[in-house]
């Protein structure tokens, strides 16, 4: 059982920068590939980064590459996604996911454990 909670969100101006920060439970952290996913009001829930166990690879969606940047830091047994350059569209629920193993995936389904999710708001 993993537990995820995030922490970081808020409100924030058009072109400014936040960091989300994810802290999970369990000692299989080093073994979990990791994710943020995003929802949007009335919108499906939508991939936005992903890392995988060690660190090295990560992917990201085209709508945040560029701008946002994934990272873990498996002693302390967190995962961070630090945004810049936030746009109004950015403006959604994130949620930290992680898997059983420690290949990164980009879909909802793939990822076993969710966190609550903290509301970003990006203001024009």
């Known amino acids: 059982q993993v537990l995820l909670v995030e922490s970081g969100g808020g409100l924030v101006q058009a072109g400014g920068s936040l960091r989300l920060s994810c802290a999970a439970s369990?000692?299989?952290?080093?073994?979990?590939?990791m994710g943020w996913f995003r929802q949007a009001p009335g919108k499906e829930r939508e991939f936005v980064a992903a890392?995988?166990?060690?660190?090295?690879?990560?992917y990201y969606a085209d709508s945040v590459k560029g701008r946002f940047t994934i990272s873990r830091d498996n002693a302390k047994n967190t995962v961070y996604l630090q945004m810049n350059s936030l746009k109004p569209e950015d403006t959604a629920v994130y949620y930290c996911?992680?898997?059983?193993?420690?290949?990164?995936?980009?879909?909802?389904?793939?990822?076993?454990?969710w966190g609550q999710g903290t509301q970003v708001t990006v203001s024009s």
């Open positions: 369990g000692r299989t952290f080093s073994s979990n590939a």
């Open positions: 996911a992680a898997r059983h193993t420690t290949v990164v995936r980009v879909t909802t389904n793939e990822y076993d454990y």
């Open positions: 890392i995988g166990s060690s660190g090295i690879s990560t």
